[in-house]
């Protein structure tokens, strides 16, 4: 079984089988307060599937917020390690990708995600590979909110405010019947985090 953990807009949560069948889900809409709430959400959905045996860890990467984003690969490292399970790095915006072609979405288009800062992070998409995951056109990147209308026109926008934890789970599935590293080993902040380290004066 797959653990997903995702805090790159809300906090989403879900128990997925490796043959991709979402069996539990809790989440959070919230997108702040992901530290009080993801040992709760992680509890809740492995009871409500049973409290299986959790082979995989699939770790929302982000694009998002600096602390958001450090919440959840942090709890899901830790469970990952604690458990002796294999740590599946996601990118965020692949599960919003898969539901929305699951959902009918046809064609070139782009995944919108508030990185607050009056900027939008995107990437770029064109249905599924050969192994059914979403088939990234380009990397996530930041552009300003003010210039996003004349930047991102390389197809249909769509504007996600929620991520299922659901669908996080079956990218991982599929990226592991396929073999494949499908996410970065570091958090996709797509920003320097605002806290500097102290210059060593001489």
Known sequence: ???????????????VALDGDVRAQATSENHLGHAEVIGTLIADALEAAGN?????????MGPGPFTGLRIGIAAARAFALARAAHLVPVVSHDAL?????????????????DARRRELAWTTYAGLDDTGLPQRMTEPALV???????TLTAGKRIVATELSGGALGR???????AARTVGPDDALYLRSP?????????
């Open 194 to 202: 605002d806290v500097a380290a102290p210059r060593v004066q001489a």
């Open 97 to 113: 990708a898969l539901t929305a072609l699951e959902n009918g979405t046809t064609g070139t288009f782009i995944i919108e995600t």
């Open 171 to 177: 990218v991982a599935a599929r990226a592991v019947a």
């Open 144 to 150: 300003a909110q003010a210039e996003a209308d004349e």
């Open 52 to 60: 299986p045996e959790i082979t995989h860890v699939a770790a929302g």
């Open 1 to 15: 079984m797959i653990l997903a953990v995702d805090t790159s807009l809300g906090t989403a949560v879900a128990v």
